[in-house]
T-cell receptor, first 111, second 113 residues
Framework: EPEVTQTPSHQVTQMGQEVILRCVPI?????FYWYRQILGQKVEFLVS????????KSEIFDDQFSVERPDGSNFTLKIRSTKLEDSAMYFC?????????FGPGTRLTVL | GENVEQHPSTLSVQEGDSAVIKCTYS??????FPWYKQELGKRPQLIID?????GEKKDQRIAVTLNKTAKHFSLHITETQPEDSAVYFC????????????FGAGTTVTVRA
């Protein structure tokens, strides 16, 4: 059964550095999402992407964040200048419609 | 925006007993309600979902009920087993207008052997 994959599984970075989190959605899916989960808290929506553009973003998704689908398979989340509070698990998800399938996550630690 | 409340935050049950988790939502436009199971350090795994055109759905030991009028939905796990121990999240969305999922805070279920 196809699954969403994410790399790296764990990323450690210094405050102020740029990070790129990568995702490979399920191949025939049309909608792509990023969510984050701060340790012990609920999963929070960041952004959704459809037809090569952002369809919706939350208030968390400020100018420091960007998403891109650079080719037919990858979907990336870039954080331009990381802050301590960006430390979280970042999940990519994809869907054909309403049912979303999540990747294994990237644990981002900002020091 | 949508606000999903989930209760209880923790639930401990004896193996073989039933577990019930309840969620309420605020946006009457929400029409899709999935439940995810998340084991420690793993991805949220979809276990069951329900759409607003049905009131109940069952899959083996797992069932979900939806009350649109009261804006609440519940997850029922019967004959619990140790492998049911995990964090369970409810969520809501309103496709096709809005696919983003709004999650509840999660319920940590512990099944005692």
């Amino acid at each position: 059964e196809p699954e969403v994959t994410q790399t790296p599984s764990h990323q450690v970075t210094q405050m102020g550095q740029e990070v790129i989190l990568r995702c490979v959605p399920i191949s025939n899916h049309l909608y792509f999402y990023w969510y984050r989960q701060i340790l012990g808290q609920k999963v929070e929506f960041l952004v959704s992407f459809y037809n090569n553009e952002i369809s919706e973003k939350s208030e968390i998704f400020d100018d420091q964040f960007s998403v891109e689908r650079p080719d037919g398979s990858n979907f990336t989340l870039k954080i331009r200048s990381t802050k301590l509070e960006d430390s979280a698990m970042y999940f990519c998800a994809s869907s054909q419609g309403d049912t979303q399938y999540f990747g294994p996550g990237t644990r981002l630690t900002v020091l | 925006g949508e606000n999903v409340e989930q209760h209880p935050s923790t639930l401990s049950v004896q193996e073989g007993d039933s577990a019930v988790i309840k969620c309420t939502y605020s946006d009457s436009a929400s029409n899709y309600f999935p439940w995810y199971k998340q084991e420690l350090g793993k991805r949220p795994q979809l276990i069951i979902d329900i759409r607003s055109n049905v009131g109940e759905k069952k899959d083996q030991r797992i069932a979900v009920t939806l009350n649109k009028t009261a804006k609440h939905f519940s997850l029922h796990i019967t004959e619990t087993q140790p492998e049911d121990s995990a964090v369970y999240f409810c969520a809501a969305s309103s496709p096709p207008n809005d696919y983003k999922l709004s999650f509840g805070a999660g319920t940590t279920v512990t099944v005692r052997a």
